[in-house]
Nanobody, 126 residues
């Protein structure tokens, strides 16, 4: 079992920055693919970024160049650095863990993940 807890959300003005954290349980964190998704009210959950077990990273087109995903294996924590925030970035951001090692997986789809956190609210004012 894996437990994920997000933190770091809040209210920020457009153009500002936030760093989200996702603390994970388990001693095999280094072997997991980790991803970030977001969901705005009334909208479907969408992929944001992932860092796979093999070290590959993928980003949604809407956040490329602005967001960076990273991990600290010693702390069992994955981060999402968000710069140049826009009002359309407003959403609940959730982290997810993919426990299945599979080279064919890009970890950009919800079904590729096994565990989810509760999410943290990010609000960007205009």
């Amino acid at each position: 079992q894996v437990q994920l807890v997000e933190s770091g959300g809040g209210l920020v003005q457009a153009g500002g920055s936030l760093r989200l954290s996702c603390a994970a349980s388990g001693r095999t964190f280094i072997s997991y693919a980790m991803g970030w998704f977001r969901q705005a009210p009334g909208k479907e959950r969408e992929f944001v970024a992932t860092l796979t077990w093999s070290g590959s990273t993928y980003y949604a087109d809407s956040v490329k160049g602005r967001f960076t995903i990273s991990r600290d294996n010693a702390k069992n924590t994955v981060y999402l650095q968000m710069n140049s925030l826009k009002p359309e970035d407003t959403a609940v951001y959730s982290c997810a863990a993919g426990t299945i090692r599979r080279n064919s997986y890009r970890y950009t789809q919800e079904y590729e993940y096994s565990y989810w956190g509760q999410g943290t609210q990010v609000t960007v004012s205009s």
